[in-house]
């Protein structure tokens, strides 16, 4: 690779030398990430993973993709980058845990104008950051420079993560039944979904990000830039001692879109209003945009970022177990016989 370079690469907007320099600086954070079944560093053409499939009689792979979306904006106002990774692997895992599934491994995918190498780093440290939380390696990734097609100074972000889980401990929602309860935890703010609203209801520059809100404790664009929480260490300590039948992860759509996901047709989920712990940012949210109350559950996660479905008789120690693992757990509502979906009452 040292002798790879290309004047005429360079002049059309492409600086192949800078992509290098960025391997090099990422390494460290990479290296963090790496568990025993990484047989590959980065470099290669592919990363190569070695299962462990002990205990597991018949494996299956869960695999999960997504972006940051919008939420990237304000990484780039803040001129703040080592953040916006941790959503990237949040998204991704904490998808394939609501099959029981366990990531193995995850692999980013970064576009940008212009390649500046401590700037990919920088975003690559939080790629590795998230990766340690989910306990998978980073095994791989591609950063592609696109000049003309992107401004210089912003890059957009996507990965993908592989989980494994034994096919007879996949979880199976048909199990649920009327009077199973809810269990609602707690997330970190506004993870990464609803930003076009978000920056619909604040005029999203320097000035408004730097600005101090007693209630949030903090200043907007801190609050903002938050990572998702990823729960995965969580959610697989608590399948180890409590039988969990449904996991939900409220991303965008709120209440409303993903409670479903995990219910059979003839239950809805009757969520007690007065229960959900809604954190400062979303009264903010609400109060600044005049945003009805409905827009706000079928949006955000209002401060639950996971829920969790189990036997009434369960849900002490499914608590217990949460609280054991560092989350902030209680009970959201429960099932009810209806094709209503969601009901907030």
Known sequence: MNNSFSESYKKAGVDVTAGYKSVELMKAHIAKTMTAGALSGIGGFGGLYELDLTGISKPVLVSGTDG????????????????????????????????GAKPQFFLDYIACGKNVPEKIADIVSGVAEGCVQAGCALIGGETAEHPGLMPEDEYDLAGFSVGVVDKDKILQPDTQKAGDVLIAIKSSGVHSNGFSLVRNVFTVNEQNLARHFSDLGTTLGECLLTPTRIYVKAIMNLIDKVQVKAVSHITGGGFYENIPRSLPKNLSAKIERNAVQVLPIFDLIARTGNIPERDMFNTFNMGVGMI????????DKAISALTEAGEQAYVLGELVESEEGVIIC
Do not use: L
């Not at 990774?85 to 099959?99: L, R």
């Not at 969790?308 to 849900?315: E, R, S």
């Open 68 to 99: 940051v979306g919008t939420k990237i904006k304000i990484a780039f106002i803040m001129d703040k980058h080592n953040t916006v990774g941790i959503d990237c692997v949040a998204m991704c895992v904490n998808d394939i845990i609501c099959c």
């Open 308 to 315: 969790v479905a189990v036997d009434k008789n369960d849900a």
